[in-house]
């Protein structure tokens, strides 16, 4: 979901509309890593960068959020293969097609100027490497994470990351592969994260602060 929304008040949608309310359920689905090409179809197929390695994309721009999104018993499995690079990399303040945004910086969920998202029973999972994190908020607020689990890998940053992000409560998560960090904060914005429960043992690390997250931000009941 890519949407627009600016100059609007709390409860009022601004000129570009607004998203709000929507639950997906019951899910499953592989998704293919690289785009291939169609053996019926004849003529030869180009596609643009911003096809690869993508994931389920919330993201707002122009001052709004998208309001109380609901990912229940959701279960994905990706193509994987995603770099260093791709995790890094800074996604432009577009709405409009997916691809337009280029690849995200997450191999399962890319979460940006969102409110009320609640994810319940969702598992993401990888069949290649992916130093992507298995989901990035950015700028999210009222979030909920029960029963969720995800791969992780050594080599990336970590299985979550969080940017400018607050009130969160994480129950039940799992960590289904080895990973260096569960859980990656960053700004001094972010406060108010509660992780409680679950088996995390395959992660080296429960948590890193980065760009300024200060120790109170999270609380960690394992």
Do not use: M, W
């Amino acid at each position: 979901v890519n949407t627009r929304r600016r100059n609007a008040g709390a409860n009022e949608p601004g000129p570009g509309g607004f998203v709000r309310n929507i639950s997906f359920n019951n899910i499953r689905g592989r998704v293919v890593s690289e785009p291939r090409q169609i053996a019926d179809i004849p003529f030869p197929q180009s596609h643009r960068p911003g096809e690869y390695r993508q994931c389920i994309v919330l993201n707002c721009i122009g001052g709004g959020c998208i309001e109380g999104i609901v990912l229940s018993d959701v279960q994905v499995v990706y193509g994987g293969g995603g770099t260093v690079e791709e995790a890094q990399r800074e996604v432009p303040e577009v709405a409009g097609e997916y691809f337009e945004i280029g690849t995200p910086p997450a191999y399962g969920l890319y979460a940006r100027n969102v409110r009320g998202l609640t994810l319940s029973n969702v598992r993401f999972e990888v069949n290649q490497p992916d130093l992507r994190p298995a989901v990035l908020l950015d700028h999210a607020v009222d979030v909920a994470v029960n029963s969720f689990g995800a791969d992780g890998n050594p080599q990336a940053a970590s299985v979550l990351r969080f940017i400018a992000t607050r009130d969160v409560l994480l129950t039940a998560a799992r960590v289904l592969t080895p990973a260096a960090v569960f859980l990656q904060i960053e700004d001094a914005v972010s406060q108010g994260i509660i992780v409680d429960g679950g088996d995390l043992s395959k992660a080296s690390k429960l948590l890193a602060l980065e760009a300024g997250a200060t120790a109170d931000a999270a609380k960690l009941r394992i």
